[in-house]
């Protein structure tokens, strides 16, 4: 992000409280690096052993034994070698944060979005406002550390030319299944599955993060549309898409008694809130020559919130010729598809949480400038 400037008539900090913060982020780290590396190990390692012993009672051959084994190791070593430049960059962003972000670099002097009626987007000869509210929804995310390369290849040729994977360390990037029940807003009531990658935009001197979403997959038409039209997103429209609460976790995907669908399963657990906490997405909007790239801002609050490492997200992938895979309109590549590729389907995620309730904001989109 930009240096920020501090607000005005606030206090100058002393040299005394930015050693303390410092020697504070710095403590942090340390116990968090420790504590994720404990985590990840133990639950990887305790994984093996559990998969060994059901393989070797179900008379599975010693060689395929082996190579499962291999496998989940070198995943363990891949998610080790994310987490000292995750944690580090999680520090570095508490000791940047201020309570005014400016994102001024990212916008130009005109025609910073695209032209609304006013203040209102017509969608489906309706009006939709800007900003967009969300008054009431639950959210559960896991997070996965994938292979950059996959990544890189799963954005397209064309938006290669603009963004690249984050590079977490070790060549993995993280990617984000989300699932959110929207039951009061502006786009409607129902549930959505969301996979997006994090990426930076080629050329940009803040190296800002970015969501950039691989798929989004709604029960409406309406969701769609507003999507398109607003910030350039294409949504897939699944009528078979549900989302399903039991007492300790929810699952969100295609219901089905013959076998595997496409779903997640979180659980639900927390009791810390958060108040207006900013993410980016990036999107493309346009055709042709006029096709130009756009970032947005969303701003999040809830309660009943709690975050975990690795835990114990159920996902499942079905197979595109079921009818179970979520590619419903027969142009987007199939959701569990595009998931098989990042070989995620036996793996717990490396971090995961849940929201019960939550209000968001959804900002307009604004033309991606860099300053010259």
């Not at 009626?117 to 017509?122: A, H």
């Amino acid at each position: 992000m930009p240096p920020i400037l501090s607000s005005a008539g606030s206090p100058r900090p002393s040299r005394s409280d930015h050693l303390l913060r410092v020697g504070e982020m710095a403590l942090r780290f340390g116990a968090e690096a420790y504590g994720q590396w404990w985590t990840i190990a133990s639950r990887n390692w305790g994984y093996e052993v559990d998969r060994l012993v059901r393989g070797a009672m179900t008379s599975v051959p010693p060689e395929a034994l082996l190579r499962d084994v291999v496998s989940g190791y070198v995943n363990c070593l891949g998610e080790l070698a994310t987490i000292a430049p995750s944690a580090a960059e999680k520090a570095a962003m508490e000791l940047t944060r201020r309570p005014d972000a400016g994102l001024e670099p990212y916008i130009g002097d005109e025609h910073t979005g695209p032209e609304p009626d006013g203040e209102i987007f017509q969608v489906d000869g309706k009006p939709f406002a800007m900003p967009a509210r969300v008054l009431d929804a639950s959210q559960g995310w896991a997070m996965f550390f994938v292979d950059i390369k996959a990544a890189n290849d799963a954005l397209g040729e064309e938006v290669r030319e603009i963004l690249s994977a984050f590079d977490a360390g070790g060549g993995r990037t993280p990617l984000m299944i989300v699932g959110v029940d929207y039951r009061n807003s502006d786009f409607g009531v129902y549930p959505e599955f969301v996979v997006a990658l994090t990426v930076t935009v080629k050329g940009d001197p803040a190296k800002q993060l970015f969501a950039y979403y691989l798929a989004i997959v709604v029960t409406q038409e309406f969701t769609k549309e507003a999507a398109r039209i607003a910030w350039g997103l294409e949504k897939t429209v699944s009528p078979k898409l549900a989302v399903r609460y039991a007492a300790d976790n929810v699952l969100f995907g295609v219901p089905s008694r013959k076998g595997k669908a496409l779903s997640i399963r979180f659980p639900r657990f927390g009791d810390a809130r958060s108040f207006d906490l900013p993410t980016f997405s990036i999107s493309r909007r346009g055709a042709g020559t006029e096709r130009q790239t756009y970032w947005a801002m969303t701003t999040k609050s809830g309660s009943g919130e709690g975050t975990q490492i690795g835990g114990t997200v159920r996902l499942e992938l079905g197979r595109s010729g079921d009818g179970l895979c979520l590619c419903a309109d027969g142009k987007s590549v199939c959701v569990c598809e595009m998931l098989h590729r990042f070989d995620i389907a036996d793996r717990l995620p490396a971090a995961n949480g849940w929201t019960e309730r939550q209000t968001a904001v959804y900002g307009p989109p604004r033309l991606l400038d860099f300053p010259r």
